[in-house]
C-alpha cells in the first residue's frame, strides 16, 4: 500500500494505526506528491485555507474507498492534528475491514502509563474510561484490565527514591534459537559463541565493576536487579558464578528489594546452577515454559519436554525458591486454544508465585517471519481471554503490561502475580519510573529524571562480538550517566 501524506509528515502515528488492521502489509511513503498509478493508497492530508485548514483521509483499499473531511480554524497544531488524523483513519480502515481492534487507535507500547497519568490528576475511574474511549475508542474490557494494572502498580511506584536504580545484566545466549524470538541471542552450540563466550564474560564482569564505581560516585542507591537474555542459564555454573560474583563484589547487595534471575529454559537449568543463583543472593527466579505441550515445544524449536519444566520447577523449590515466574506465549506454532488451556491450568496447579502471559509477536528478525506457512491458529484472542479470566479467578492480579508492534491481534502482554509478588523491576522498566544502568551486549541504560520526567538512553553495543571488540569506545557513553546525574 502506498500512503501519502500532504501537508504533512505524520508518519510514524500514521503507519502504526494502519498497522492495526494490516499487520504484514509492506508500505511506500510519498510527501508533498500523489501517487502516479492505481492500487491500494492512502491518502492523509492537511490543506491550508482562507481562514483555517482541512483535514482530509482517504482510502482506497480492495476496490473499495472512503474518506472523512474536517475543517479547522487558525493555525495548525502538530499534536492535536496528528491525533485527529489517527482517528479518521482508525474509523475508515474500521468500516473497510470490519476489524475493531480491541485497544482502539491506542498504539503506544505503554498504555498503563496513561492511566497512572490520569490518576496522578485526580480523575476518578469513571473520568479515566471516559477520556480514553473519547480520544482512543479503547474497549471496555482493555481499560478494566489497564485500570487494574494501575491500582497494582500503585504503591511500588510511590516508594521510590529519586536516587535509587536498578541494575540489568545481559547475557544474550541461549542453548538454541526459538521460531518465534527476535532478541540479539546466540546459540552457545555454534563455534563462533563457544569463543566468545570466556571473553563475554570476562568483558562483562568488567562492566559491572566500572558500572558500580560510576553509581557509587554518584550516590546512588541500588534497588533492584535483574540478569536476563537470551538465557543467563545458558552459562556454565562456574561462568554464572563469575558474573554474580562480579554483582556481589562490586555493588552492595544487602538493601536491594529484589535481586531476579532469569533460569529460563529448562533445558539449561541444573541443581548446580539453581545453587549459585542461591547463593549470590537472587531472590526471585523465571522458570519459562512457554508452553506445557511437547508438540508445540517441538515446533519452536525447543529441546526439553514439559515434563522437564515441572522438575525443574521442583528443584528449584526443594532449593529453597520461594519467588517463581513462569512465562506463557499465546498463540504459538501449532498451538490451539485448548492446548492454551492446559497450559495455563498445569502452571496454575504448579502455584508459582507469578505467570506471564505474553502474545505471539511475528518479528521480522524471527524465524517465524519468514516461513510462508506459519501455521498459527487463527483463535489467539480466545486464547489469551481464558489465560487471564483464569489466573484472575486463581488469585493471580495483573501488575504490569506492556504491547508490541507486529503483535498477533493487536494483543498484549500481561504479568499476574498474588499479592506481594509483582516484580518491581518490571513495573519500574515499563513505566519509565526509575533509572536502569544496563550491562553487557545489547543493553540499553535509561535515565529517569523522575521530577522531570526527562528520559535519555544509552545503548551498549548490539552483538557480542561488537561489545568485546570495542569495549572501550563503549565505554565511553558512560560518561553520560555522571552528566545526567550532575544536572539534576
Known sequence: MTICFIGNSFKYETEAVMKLFLPLVTFDFLFEEYPDKEGDICKVE???????????????????????????????????????????????????TGITPAWGCLTGIRPVKKVNRLIDEGHDKADIFNILKKEYYVSDEKLELAYQTALAQSEPLKALDKRSYSLYVSVPFCPSRCSYCSFVSHSIESSGAKKLLPQYVEKLCEEIAETAAIARELDLRLDTIYIGGGTPTALSAEQL????GAVKKNFDISKIREYTVEAGRSDTITEKKLEVIRNFGATRISVNPQTMNDSVL???????????????????????????????????????????????????????????????????????FSKEERNVDSRIGEMVSFGQKKLLETGYLPYYLYRQKNTVENLENVGFAKAGYECLYNIYIMEEAQTILAVGAAGSTKLVNTETGKIERLFNYKFPYEYISRYGKMMEKKDGITEFFNNI
Open 298 to 368: 517441538k515446533a519452536i524449536g525447543r529441546r526439553h519436554t514439559a515434563e522437564d519444566v515441572v522438575n525443574a520447577f521442583k528443584t528449584a523449590r526443594r532449593l529453597g525458591f520461594d519467588n517463581i515466574n513462569m512465562d506463557t506465549i499465546a498463540g504459538l506454532p501449532t498451538d490451539t486454544p485448548e492446548g492454551f488451556k492446559h497450559t495455563i491450568e498445569t502452571l496454575c496447579g504448579l502455584d508459582p508465585e507469578s505467570i506471564t502471559i505474553h502474545t505471539l509477536t511475528v518479528k521480522r528478525s524471527s524465524d517465524l
Open 46 to 96: 492537511r490543506i491550508p485555507h482562507e481562514g483555517g485548514y482541512t483535514l482530509s483521509v482517504t482510502i482506497a483499499l480492495g476496490g473499495m474507498t472512503e474518506s472523512e473531511t474536517m475543517p479547522r480554524s487558525g493555525d495548525f497544531c502538530d499534536k492535536t492534528d496528528e491525533a485527529e488524523l489517527c482517528r479518521m483513519l482508525y474509523r475508515i480502515m474500521q468500516r473497510l
Open 241 to 244: 558464578e563469575a558474573v554474580m
